[in-house]
């Protein structure tokens, strides 16, 4: 890679992190040891929620939670088109059904108006989902206390996938919390707001669920007292009490991760600060900027430009080949699930969620990380203009 390149993503590792790191190497536990539940503390304590689980990553966490929901064959989950893969891919896991629920055209976060409507006819039909995943697409808060509303009325189950959000509020609190869902999922690749290589890590008030998933990560082995179906034989001796997964996380990982929690704070002030230079910098052309949530605040995990195409001269491939081009690693989040040929395989086709596919045609993601400089943000506005011919 090219020393000039400015990737849309990247971790930020200092020496204390480094050094987290090898007080574990050196130390008796390499997997399943102290820092696990040192990093579960951090990041619940963080959120506001009671409970920390901590896995081998974010898919990891949705497939647990939903599975730990109760979600099984002939049972349905509903998500956002504009997501990763991952956040449907967890309800075919359990082996659910998986439809989707259109985008705002501003915010382009799950629609709580279009999931209304859509719970309406599905109740008519007795199609009702079992477990709804709204996506804090790019770490801003979906409208969890309608959506929360909406699952007491019609009996869902809410996991929020908050990959992008840690470091993120709504309404003053903040999101993880679970004041109205029953879980959230955490990602810690790399490019997200803390990185821990990679991992991921569920949130939860719910002690109940909290075990079952703890449970459906090793496996779904316990040597629990009284969890056990019989009395324990001795010290070896342990149960598998349902079909689980070998989703842990090991001590390396969670202590890189819990020493990154000590700097989220900086790092979620630095997002903002660069996403509102964004703002002021990029004014006047023609895109739009990220639509922002007055109730909230975005963790900004990523910084996503809409081309007005009716304006420019170019395509948007065009366009993003011409930033590339200039050094600018832009990127695209996300092609809309339903588009992929897989979920074409099982019915969904071009045309049936209009305001994500529009997104999709105008969306280019923009460098954000921590440690970028004011003078890279001014880079990409320069690149981004000569690539508009402005």
Not at 33 to 51: D, L, S, T
Not at 250 to 259: H, K, V, Y
């Amino acid at each position: 890679m090219s020393a000039s390149f400015l990737p849309y993503g990247r971790q930020s590792i200092d020496e204390a992190d480094i050094a987290a790191v090898i007080e574990v190497l050196k130390s008796d536990f390499l997997t399943q040891g102290p820092a696990i539940p040192r990093f579960e503390k951090a990041v619940a304590g963080w959120c506001g929620a009671q409970q920390g689980i901590a896995m081998a990553n974010g898919t990891a966490t949705l497939h647990c939670a939903a599975k730990a929901l109760g979600l099984g064959h002939g049972d349905l989950l509903w998500t956002s088109p504009i997501t990763f893969v991952a956040s449907a891919n967890a309800g075919r896991y359990c082996g659910a059904k998986v439809d989707f629920v259109d985008v705002d055209p501003g915010t382009v976060l799950m629609c709580p108006q279009r999931l209304e409507a859509k719970l309406i006819q599905a109740e008519k039909e007795g199609t009702l989902p079992k477990v709804v995943v709204p996506v804090h697409f790019a770490g801003q808060s979906c409208d969890m206390p309608r959506i929360h509303a909406l699952g007491q009325k019609y009996g869902f189950k809410i996991i929020e996938d908050a990959a992008h959000a840690l470091g993120g509020e709504f309404e003053g609190e903040r999101i993880g919390n679970c004041r109205w869902s029953d879980a959230a999922s955490h990602s810690f690749h790399p490019v997200k707001i803390v990185t821990s290589g990679e991992g991921g890590m569920i949130t939860t008030n719910d002690d109940e669920l909290a075990w079952r998933i703890a449970l459906l990560r090793t496996h779904g082995i316990t040597r629990e007292a009284g969890r056990m179906v019989n009395e324990s034989h001795g010290g070896w001796y342990y149960e598998q009490l349902e079909l689980g997964f070998n989703y842990r996380m090991t001590d390396l990982q969670a202590a890189l991760g819990a020493s990154q929690m000590t700097r989220l704070e900086a790092f979620a002030q630095r997002r903002r600060e660069i996403a509102d230079l964004y703002d002021r910098e990029l004014a006047g052309l023609p895109l739009r900027a990220p639509a922002r949530d007055p109730r909230g605040i975005s963790g900004w995990h990523l910084y996503m430009i809409r081309l007005n195409l009716k304006e420019i001269r170019h395509t948007r491939r065009e366009v993003f080949d011409k930033l590339r081009a200039d050094g600018i690693g832009v990127n695209v989040h996300y092609i809309p699930v339903h588009l992929q040929p897989d979920y074409q395989k099982l019915g969904f086709a071009k045309g049936m969620f209009p305001e994500s596919e529009r997104y999709y045609d105008e969306a280019i993601t923009l460098p954000m990380f921590p440690s970028m400089t004011d003078e890279d943000v001014i880079r990409v506005r320069d690149s981004l203009k000569r690539a508009l011919k402005l």
